[in-house]
Structure formats: structure tokens, C-alpha cells
């Protein structure tokens, strides 16, 4: 009986050792998925990052674009403004001209 029990006892033995070997590869594991979990984790924040950046350089491009615009029309109006002068100028001077004769 001393046998049998003896190896009984090795095969829970040999078992033991391989549930805690196969418990060691799985905490291994984990831990490898944990880092690649936090190296992903700081990828997609970087990824937010430059997200939120770019979202903030198009804001201020778009700002820029609708200064500029404004700056044009602005100028155009100056310029037919001008036009429009010159206009009245010379018909005021043509007016003034057939006073004179």
C-alpha cells in the first residue's frame, strides 16, 4: 500500500508542478498583454494628442482663411470705391468743362 500511495502522491506531485508551471507561463502572459495594453494606452493618447492638435491648427487655418477674406473684400470695396470716385471725378470735371464753354 506504501507503493500505491507513494505513487499516488508523485502523480499529484507531477501535477501540481505542471498546474504551477502552467499558472507561471499565464502570469507571464498577462503581464506581456498588460505592457502591449499600456503601450497601446500611450499610443492612442499620443494619437489624441496630435489629434486635438491638428483640429486646433485647422481652427486657427480656418480663422485665418476668414480674416483674409475679409481683408480681400475689403479691399475690393476699397477699389471700386476708388473706381467709383475717379468716375464722379472725371464726370465732374466734364461737367465743369462743358460749364466753361
Same mark, same amino acid.
Given at each position: 500500500?506504501?507503493?500505491?500511495? /507513494?505513487?499516488?502522491? !508523485?502523480?499529484?506531485?507531477?501535477?501540481? *508542478?505542471? $498546474?504551477?508551471?502552467? $499558472?507561471? !507561463?499565464? /502570469?507571464?502572459? #498577462?503581464?506581456? #498583454? =498588460?505592457? =502591449?495594453?499600456?503601450? $497601446? =494606452? *500611450?499610443? %492612442?493618447?499620443?494619437?489624441? &494628442?496630435?489629434? #486635438? #492638435?491638428?483640429?486646433?491648427?485647422?481652427? !486657427?487655418?480656418?480663422?485665418?482663411?476668414?480674416?483674409?477674406?475679409?481683408?480681400? %473684400?475689403?479691399? &475690393?470695396?476699397? %477699389?471700386?470705391? &476708388?473706381?467709383?470716385? &475717379?468716375? $464722379? %471725378?472725371?464726370?465732374?470735371?466734364?461737367?465743369?468743362? =462743358?460749364? /466753361?464753354?
Amino acid at each position: 500500500m506504501t507503493e500505491r500511495i /507513494r505513487k499516488i502522491l !508523485d502523480e499529484i506531485r507531477a501535477k501540481t *508542478n505542471e $498546474l504551477h508551471h502552467k $499558472l507561471e !507561463d499565464e /502570469r507571464e502572459k #498577462n503581464q506581456k #498583454n =498588460q505592457q =502591449q495594453m499600456l503601450a $497601446l =494606452q *500611450n499610443e %492612442v493618447k499620443a494619437a489624441l &494628442d496630435r489629434e #486635438n #492638435n491638428f483640429l486646433k491648427e485647422i481652427s !486657427d487655418l480656418k480663422m485665418e482663411i476668414e480674416t483674409t477674406k475679409s481683408q480681400v %473684400v475689403k479691399s &475690393d470695396s476699397s %477699389v471700386r470705391r &476708388d473706381e467709383e470716385i &475717379d468716375e $464722379l %471725378v472725371k464726370e465732374i470735371e466734364h461737367c465743369i468743362g =462743358q460749364l /466753361r464753354k
